[in-house]
C-alpha cells in the first residue's frame, strides 16, 4: 500500500488545521490542544469512515474517542494497515 | 426594558408580541394536516433538482432520470435529517433558556418557538422513518468550552439563525415546486409557514444580544466569535453533502462525489446564492464584517 492509514490520518490533521504546529505526533491531544476545532469533527469522522470503509456509530461515541492519531487509529482502524 | 445599558429593544419587544399572536392564530396541527401514504410513489421529485448537491456537475448529466429522482428522494432524507438535528439542538438550548431573567421579555415567544420545531420534528421524523430508514445520523459536534459573558447565548441564536436561513431558502423554494411529491411540497410549505416567524424573531434577537454583549468583549473574544459563526456557516453546508445519500442513491464511491461536488463550481455558485441574504445581514450589522469573504 502506498500510504498508510496512520500517515492519511497525519495529512488530513496538517491539512486541516490552523495552528501552526511544529511537531504533530500520534499522541498529540488534537481538540485539547487547539489542533483541531470542535466544528471540525464532522470532517475528522467522514475522513476515518473513508479510510476506514466503515461507518461510525456516532451515537455511542465518547468525547476522548479522537483524543489523538494512536487512539483514533486504535478505535477505529485498527485490523486494517498498521504503520 | 433594558434601558439600563441603553440597549433599544423596541423593534424586538414588538416582533414578540407580533408573533406570540400570529403563533396563536395560526396553530397547526402536524397530525391532522399531512396525509401519510402507507407508500410512497417513488416516480417523482422529492428535491427540486436544482438544489440536489451534485446538480450541475458532470455526474449529475450521467444519472438517468429515474437515478436523479432516486437521488432527490435520498437527499430530502438528508435535508429532514439536517433539519431534526438542527431543531433538536435548538430544542435543549430553548428549554434550558425558558424564564431565564435575562431572557424574560422573549420567553413567551420561546414556548411557541419550541412548541414549533417539536412539531417540525415530527413530521420530518415521521417522513425518514416511514419511508427510509430513519434520519440519518448527525456527525457535527461541540464541546464544552470557557465562554465570556453573553458569547454563549449569542453564539447559540446565532448558529440558530444561520441554520434556520439556509434552510428556509431550500423550504421555500421549493414549496412552490409542483414537481415535489405533494408530502415532500406540503412538508417544505408547512416548515417554511412557521419558520418565517422564527426567522424575523432570530434576526431581531441576535441584533439585540450583539449590541447588549459584544461591546463588552475582549478583541480575542470578537475575533474568537466571528471565527466560530464563519466556521459554523462552512460545517453546516458541508453537512448538505452526505456520503450516506449518495451511497443510499447508489452512486459509486459516495466520498469522492462528496468531495468533487463540494469543490464544483456550480455548487459553490448555489452556496454563495442560497447564503447571500445571511452573509449580508451579518455583515450590514458589523457581527462578521467581511462575511461575503468567508469560504463556503
Ligand atoms: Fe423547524
Ligand atoms: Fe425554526
Same mark, same amino acid.
Given at each position: 500500500?502506498?500510504?498508510?492509514?496512520?500517515?492519511k $490520518?497525519?495529512?488530513f %490533521?496538517? /491539512?486541516?488545521?490552523?495552528?501552526? !504546529?511544529?511537531?504533530?505526533t500520534?499522541?498529540?491531544?488534537? +481538540?485539547?490542544?487547539?489542533?483541531?476545532?470542535?466544528?471540525q469533527?464532522?470532517? $475528522?469522522?467522514?475522513? %476515518?469512515? /473513508?479510510?476506514?470503509?466503515?461507518? !461510525?456509530?456516532?451515537?455511542?461515541?465518547?468525547?476522548?474517542? +479522537?483524543k489523538?492519531?494512536?487512539?483514533?487509529?486504535?478505535?477505529?482502524?485498527?485490523n486494517?494497515?498498521?504503520? | 426594558m433594558?434601558?439600563?445599558?441603553?440597549?433599544?429593544?423596541?423593534?424586538?419587544?414588538?416582533?414578540?408580541?407580533?408573533?406570540?399572536?400570529?403563533?396563536?392564530?395560526?396553530?397547526?396541527d402536524?397530525?391532522?394536516?399531512?396525509?401519510?401514504?402507507?407508500?410512497?410513489?417513488?416516480?417523482?421529485?422529492?428535491t427540486s433538482?436544482?438544489?440536489?448537491?451534485?446538480?450541475?456537475?458532470?455526474?449529475?448529466?450521467?444519472?438517468?432520470?429515474?437515478?436523479?429522482?432516486?437521488?432527490?428522494?435520498?437527499?430530502a432524507?438528508?435535508?429532514?435529517?439536517?433539519?431534526?438535528?438542527?431543531?433538536?439542538r435548538?430544542?435543549?438550548?430553548?428549554?434550558?433558556?425558558?424564564?431565564?431573567?435575562?431572557?424574560?421579555?422573549?420567553?413567551?415567544?420561546?414556548h411557541?418557538?419550541?412548541?414549533?420545531?417539536?412539531?417540525?420534528?415530527?413530521?420530518?421524523?415521521r417522513?425518514?422513518?416511514?419511508?427510509?430508514?430513519?434520519?440519518?445520523?448527525?456527525?457535527?459536534?461541540?464541546?464544552?468550552?470557557?465562554?465570556?459573558?453573553?458569547?454563549?447565548?449569542?453564539?447559540?441564536?446565532?448558529?440558530?439563525?444561520?441554520?434556520?436561513e439556509?434552510?428556509d431558502?431550500?423550504?421555500?423554494k421549493?414549496?412552490?415546486?409542483?414537481?415535489?411529491?405533494?408530502?415532500?411540497?406540503?412538508?417544505?410549505?408547512?416548515?417554511?409557514?412557521?419558520?418565517?416567524?422564527?426567522?424575523?424573531?432570530?434576526r431581531?434577537?441576535?441584533?439585540?444580544?450583539?449590541?447588549?454583549?459584544?461591546?463588552?468583549?475582549?478583541?480575542?473574544?470578537?475575533?474568537?466569535?466571528?471565527?466560530?459563526?464563519?466556521?459554523?456557516?462552512?460545517?453546516?453546508?458541508?453537512?448538505?453533502?452526505?456520503?450516506?445519500?449518495?451511497?443510499?442513491?447508489?452512486?459509486?464511491?459516495?466520498?469522492?462525489?462528496?468531495?468533487?461536488?463540494l469543490?464544483?463550481?456550480?455548487?459553490?455558485?448555489?452556496?454563495?446564492?442560497?447564503?447571500?441574504?445571511?452573509?449580508?445581514?451579518?455583515?450590514?450589522?458589523?457581527?462578521?464584517?467581511?462575511?461575503?469573504e468567508?469560504?463556503?
Amino acid at each position: 500500500m502506498s500510504e498508510s492509514t496512520r500517515e492519511k $490520518l497525519r495529512a488530513f %490533521v496538517l /491539512e486541516k488545521t490552523e495552528s501552526a !504546529i511544529a511537531d504533530l505526533t500520534d499522541q498529540t491531544h488534537l +481538540f485539547e490542544n487547539g489542533i483541531l476545532k470542535s466544528i471540525q469533527v464532522m470532517d $475528522l469522522i467522514l475522513f %476515518v469512515e /473513508e479510510i476506514s470503509g466503515q461507518e !461510525i456509530d456516532v451515537e455511542g461515541l465518547k468525547p476522548g474517542a +479522537f483524543k489523538d492519531i494512536d487512539t483514533i487509529m486504535k478505535n477505529f482502524c485498527e485490523n486494517r494497515d498498521e504503520k | 426594558m433594558n434601558e439600563a445599558n441603553n440597549i433599544n429593544t423596541e423593534a424586538l419587544d414588538h416582533t414578540v408580541e407580533r408573533l406570540c399572536r400570529v403563533s396563536e392564530e395560526n396553530y397547526i396541527d402536524p397530525f391532522a394536516r399531512l396525509d401519510w401514504p402507507e407508500e410512497l410513489d417513488r416516480d417523482t421529485w422529492f428535491t427540486s433538482p436544482e438544489l440536489i448537491s451534485i446538480e450541475g456537475t458532470s455526474l449529475w448529466d450521467e444519472l438517468d432520470e429515474s437515478q436523479r429522482k432516486t437521488l432527490s428522494f435520498y437527499e430530502a432524507v438528508g435535508f429532514y435529517s439536517i433539519n431534526i438535528h438542527g431543531e433538536r439542538r435548538l430544542i435543549e438550548g430553548l428549554a434550558s433558556r425558558l424564564y431565564r431573567k435575562d431572557h424574560d421579555g422573549v420567553t413567551p415567544y420561546l414556548h411557541h418557538f419550541l412548541d414549533e420545531e417539536n412539531k417540525h420534528m415530527v413530521y420530518f421524523g415521521r417522513f425518514c422513518t416511514r419511508y427510509a430508514n430513519g434520519p440519518y445520523p448527525e456527525k457535527k459536534f461541540a464541546f464544552v468550552q470557557e465562554y465570556e459573558k453573553g458569547e454563549e447565548d449569542f453564539l447559540f441564536f446565532a448558529e440558530i439563525m444561520v441554520f434556520e436561513e439556509i434552510v428556509d431558502i431550500f423550504n421555500r423554494k421549493q414549496a412552490k415546486d409542483d414537481r415535489l411529491h405533494p408530502l415532500a411540497k406540503e412538508i417544505n410549505w408547512l416548515h417554511h409557514f412557521e419558520e418565517a416567524r422564527h426567522l424575523s424573531f432570530g434576526r431581531e434577537f441576535v441584533k439585540v444580544l450583539w449590541q447588549r454583549y459584544s461591546p463588552n468583549w475582549t478583541d480575542d473574544t470578537l475575533k474568537r466569535v466571528r471565527e466560530t459563526i464563519g466556521s459554523f456557516i462552512g460545517a453546516t453546508w458541508r453537512e448538505y453533502y452526505n456520503p450516506s445519500v449518495y451511497k443510499d442513491a447508489g452512486l459509486a464511491d459516495p466520498f469522492a462525489v462528496r468531495k468533487m461536488a463540494l469543490a464544483h463550481p456550480a455548487s459553490l455558485a448555489r452556496r454563495t446564492e442560497i447564503s447571500a441574504a445571511l452573509l449580508k445581514f451579518l455583515s450590514t450589522n458589523g457581527i462578521v464584517p467581511n462575511a461575503k469573504e468567508l469560504p463556503l
